[in-house]
């Protein structure tokens, strides 16, 4: 196996207790079978306890073991119930934090859709964070631990119609740069994932995607992988950096060019 593969150092994740949000489906399912497959014990999390039952069994089938944990993660109660009863049954060595909901919509179209922009924070902002200061604690006893957070690609590309998407994303994205440097001495670690279009239900009601290429949730969970066994501070595709840096020389430019894509609707 090439160095390059981030399967080469599997035996790092052998036996790590790995909290996944959104494992019921898309990038969380593929992750949960993933990490399971390198002998790691997901902890699966997500709404739909049904769906989170059947990957969970399907992983004991595989010879795996999985613990799965109903909970809406937009209620600050049921985190808190979530995070004490994880807890209370083992202990959690990483975080993927995956749950996440997407909004396509142009600003002019959500003057008065300003749930959009509350909903989606809830989701993609509050909950990771109520999860990462729940287990700072036990994390920092434990002697260290690792959170993944999975973010966009277009929040290196400012992808127009994205707003309340992308804002969500910036937002845990900068939380967590601002967390690492006060949590490294005590050897809590993190990796944010900027995620390209990845084929799952989330981008189900968005017609024009089904034109452009995709990963699969399988694709995507191999960054993950490389998230959680090197741990960098982030894990990217080569047109999210590219992007990044061309607006960072020029912003002007790279705003009239996404403005071009915007009114002609092909973005």
Do not use: W
Request: aromatic letters at 6%; hydrophobic letters at 45%.
């Amino acid at each position: 196996m090439s160095r390059s593969s981030p399967l080469a150092d599997r035996h790092i994740l052998n036996g790590q207790r790995i909290l996944i949000t959104g494992a019921s489906s898309g990038i969380g399912r593929a992750t949960a079978f993933a990490v399971a497959g390198l002998g790691a014990v997901p902890l699966l999390v997500a709404r739909r306890a049904d769906e989170l039952a059947q990957v969970r069994d399907q992983i004991v089938a595989r010879g795996g073991e999985a613990h799965s944990y109903p909970c809406d993660l937009t209620d600050a109660e049921s985190v808190d119930t979530l995070i004490k009863r994880v807890l209370a049954e083992q202990p959690v060595d990483m975080l993927v934090n995956n749950a996440g909901r997407s909004i396509r919509r142009s600003l002019y179209r959500s003057q008065d859709r300003h749930h959009d922009f509350e909903r989606t924070m809830a989701i993609n902002y509050f909950a990771p964070v109520r999860l990462i200061l729940g287990l700072l604690p036990h994390f920092r006893a434990n002697g260290g631990g690792h959170v993944v957070n999975i973010s966009s690609m277009g929040v290196q590309t400012r992808t127009p119609r994205f707003a309340a998407y992308l804002a969500s994303k910036a937002a845990l994205d900068e939380f967590s740069q601002v967390a690492a440097t006060e949590t490294l001495r005590d050897r809590i670690t993190f990796t944010t994932v900027h995620m390209p279009l990845v084929r799952t239900p989330m981008i189900g009601p968005t017609r024009i995607y089904d034109r452009m290429p995709a990963a699969t949730p399988e694709q995507a969970a191999r960054l993950v992988l490389r998230a959680l066994i090197r741990r960098p501070k982030s894990v990217d595709r080569p047109f999210g950096l590219l992007a990044a840096a061309g607006y960072a020389v020029a912003p002007k430019l790279a705003e009239r060019v996404l403005n071009i894509a915007y009114r002609t609707k092909s973005i």
